[in-house]
């Protein structure tokens, strides 16, 4: 490889293209469950626990870097490292809850989605859920892969339409700053619960699996790119375009939980509308209080986000699978190079969109996606803050001191969040 070569991966990013997978993956994180999680906790507590957004910001953004590297420096995804390391029974019992939890959380919000549109333009309901399974399969399996990641990156813009809700009621932005910085914590359960759910909602496995396994895809597709510990000279560029793209990621995804949980507060707190089950329910209380704007403003943002989170969810637990079957992966490749993967990706959809017609209550729902997702967390969390310590899998490129901390600190939250939740 010449020195022109190796170079090329840390000049050839302009803004836009500095920020990828990180952005995705902090976007997707404010699907309708989160947007759910977020305006049950503003209904509820009103600006009180405003302050967990701040707080969980860099233990999201520390374990998300981790996946990053991961993906980045060896080529290759968590569930392909974890195979290649560590006994196959760890592997197959992560990916199984993985691929349980990600399909309970596609089904909400493919639901949250449909209930949205029909509130928006009438119809029914289940035959939207359809729909916007049927769409997101079709562009993740059928649209090129550098197209879907442009699709992906300008889908997060659906973000902003919570800043915009939140811009159009009345905020005692006093209030917003006083909790924010200066948190009053309460030992009541019903408080400790939202915080564990705003944890939960923040720190999520799908998460992790996704965002290493698109810098290992980039990085294979990418002809002047090579896994970092085959070639340490493109590090420095690349390390720092991960920490950039992971710290914007993810700072965006709390951003707008931050709007959502304010919006929430100055409008349903305030006028007495304390419990909240689905995004859509937010979205209908809303309506009556903050008008039609904020009410579709809300309901739009809740299909967009949808649309973005949805085929992360599946492609998450595709890429699992996919590995730890030894299986070619990746949006890169064809239906047919790739046929485990994109069976992950339709099986997925499939039973998320089948639990739709099935009298399910949503809460429970979610409540033991959480559930599953912490029993997932946890042990991974701890295998891979092992594994990227190790020269065997990180090379020189094991973790610095402080985002090891930061790492440790990001797994003992989990693992506080998820003994909580099962004394709740």
Known sequence: MTPAETAAPGRRRGLLALLGPGLITGASDDDPSGIAT????GAQFGYDLSWTMLFS???????????????RVTGKGIAANIGEHYPPILLRMIVALLLAANVINLAADLG????ALHMVIGGPGRFYVVCFAVLCALLEIFVSYRRYVAILKWSTLALFAYVAAMLFVNVHWGEVVRHTLLPSVSWDSSYLVSIVAVLGTTISPYLFFWQASTEAEDERVDPHARPLRTAPQQAPAE???IDWDTYVGMGLSNLIGLCILITAAATLHAHNVTDVGTSAQAAAALKPIAGEFAFFVFACGIIGTGLLAVPVLAGSAAYAVA???????????TLFQAKAFYATIAFATLIGTGINFFSIDPMKALFWSAVINGFVAVPLMVVMMIMTMQPKVMGEFTLSRPLWVMGWLSTGAMGVTVIATLFA
């Not at 977020?38 to 906790?41: G, H, I, V």
């Not at 910001?57 to 993906?71: E, H, K």
């Not at 949250?112 to 209930?115: N, Y």
């Not at 590995?323 to 490749?333: D, F, I």
Request: proline content about 5%; glycine content about 8%.
């Open 112 to 115: 949250a989605m449909g209930d």
């Open 323 to 333: 590995e730890a079957l030894r299986q070619p992966t990746g949006l890169s490749r």
């Open 38 to 41: 977020y305006s049950q906790t």
């Open 239 to 241: 390390l720092r375009r």
């Open 57 to 71: 910001y860099p233990l999201m953004a520390a374990i998300q870097q981790i996946s990053a590297r991961i993906g």
